[in-house]
């Protein structure tokens, strides 16, 4: 791992980063004040924070992990964090970051932590994808030392490349682009992200 990753993610991050439940109430708070996460405001990113709401109640009710990756999960052998990158406003995190809690809640050896890409910028800068801030980005660290193991995100890996050819595609508009991308999801029903996990546990332990 580079050295300047080192110094980003300290363990005063950790300390100050929210659980889910945290990251659940602050999106419920901002909400309240017709607010989204983060320094960015606008009525359209409130909007897409209400629907991700909606998305997440849905997700934290009907996600089910996969028998074979509860087993993995349940026998990783040493303390890890999960630090994950996300935003209210993100449907990818609305999407994915639910299936992620329910992964960790699973995992006596995993502790999940959340931190908001608006104010953590020198850690989404060591986290870029393609050279965009693209989030959700979960980092899996050793607790003890804070060193690397690897990382997920944004998206599931199989569906990265074609949302991208979707949103680079002249004749999708956002909107078009963002209701394709939800359909996705809605269709995959988290199986993608946990084949992904699957593999990456086999890779990290």
């Not at 791992?1 to 110094?7: E, H, I, L, R, W």
């Not at 209210?88 to 999407?95: E, L, P, S």
């Not at 050279?131 to 997920?152: M, Q």
């Not at 269709?187 to 996990?197: A, C, E, G, V, Y």
Request: charged content about 35%.
């Amino acid at each position: 791992m580079q050295k300047s990753q080192q110094n980003v993610i300290t363990p005063a991050v950790i300390a100050d980063a929210m659980d889910y439940d945290a990251y659940r109430q602050l999106i419920d708070d901002c909400l309240k004040e017709d607010q989204t996460t983060g320094s960015k405001q606008s009525e359209a990113l409130t909007e897409y924070t209400r629907l991700n709401r909606q998305r997440m109640n849905r997700l934290d009710k009907t996600v089910e992990i996969n028998d074979s990756l509860k087993e993995k999960l349940k026998k990783i052998p040493e303390s890890w964090i999960w630090l994950v990158l996300t935003e209210g406003w993100c449907g990818d995190a609305a999407q994915n970051v639910p299936v992620i809690n329910k992964m960790a809640e699973l995992a006596p050896k995993i502790e999940l932590k959340l931190i908001l890409r608006t104010e953590n910028t020198d850690i989404m800068d060591e986290y870029l994808t393609k050279g965009g801030r693209s989030i959700p980005k979960l980092v899996c660290l050793h607790a003890d030392t804070l060193d690397e193991i690897g990382t997920w995100g944004p998206r599931p890996s199989d569906f990265q490349e074609k949302a991208l050819e979707w949103k680079d595609d002249p004749n999708i508009s956002h909107e078009e682009w963002a209701e394709k991308l939800h359909k996705w999801y809605a269709k995959d029903k988290s199986q993608t992200i946990q084949d992904d996990f699957e593999k990456l546990l086999d890779e990290w332990t």
